[in-house]
């Protein structure tokens, strides 16, 4: 079977990426690597991959992904891990009372195989009025994707992965690998 090792901390990526990739067997690093501050997702991963080149054995595929609400700016975007952490879904909902909900997420995957390929996906959609669902992670409960009424929390993983940023990055990376 072939092997590809996949590096995350977040187990919600394996399941959905894990589903698209049926025939292969993911090795998790779940060391991390540093996320720098930048205004793009891809700066994020070419930095990441760089560093992590010089550390773990290639092939490898990182997953960088973040919300973008238009009426807020873009933010959280390339902030999203830490606007979780700190004001969550509640936070997120509190500052969009009275403002537009359109909104769109992103995956920017890294293969490393000695050279670094980059597959962005996005998906748009809006975010919900109040939180939904107990499947998934992350915004999951607050992101409803444009073609749906459910929340991704509401999806099961291969529900999500018929209209996911994520899906849409790895069907690229797939289609070039
Ligand atoms: P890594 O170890 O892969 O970096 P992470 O959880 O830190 O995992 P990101 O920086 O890519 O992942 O994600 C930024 C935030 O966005 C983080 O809080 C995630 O939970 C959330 N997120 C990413 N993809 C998501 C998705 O498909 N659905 C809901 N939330 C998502």
Redesign the pocket.
């Known amino acids: 079977m072939y092997k590809l090792t996949l590096?995350?901390?977040?187990k919600?990526?394996v399941k959905?990426i894990q589903a698209m990739l049926p025939d292969v067997s993911l090795e998790i690093c779940?060391s991390?690597y540093p996320?720098i501050q930048a205004d793009r997702l891809e700066e994020v991963v070419s930095f990441g991959a760089e560093w992590l080149s010089k550390r773990i054995e290639p092939p490898f595929l990182?997953?960088?992904?973040?919300?973008f609400i238009e009426s807020l700016g873009g933010f959280p975007g390339v902030y999203?891990?830490y606007?979780?952490?700190t004001i969550g879904n509640v936070g997120i909902l509190k500052l969009l009372e009275g403002k537009a909900r359109n909104a769109t997420?992103s995956?920017v995957l890294g293969y490393y195989d000695g050279s670094l390929h980059i597959f962005k996906g996005e998906c748009n959609g809006k975010i919900a009025e109040s939180p939904r669902g107990t499947q998934?992670?992350?915004?999951?409960p607050v992101?409803i994707p444009e073609g749906s009424e459910k929340t991704?929390a509401e999806m099961t993983v291969e529900e999500?992965n018929r209209y996911?940023?994520?899906s849409m990055a790895m069907r690229k990376f797939i289609e070039s690998w």
């Open positions: 590096v995350t901390g977040n919600g990526k959905e779940d991390g996320e990182l997953d960088d992904s973040g919300l999203s891990s606007v979780f952490r997420f995956t998934g992670f992350g915004f999951d992101f991704f999500k996911s940023h994520r």
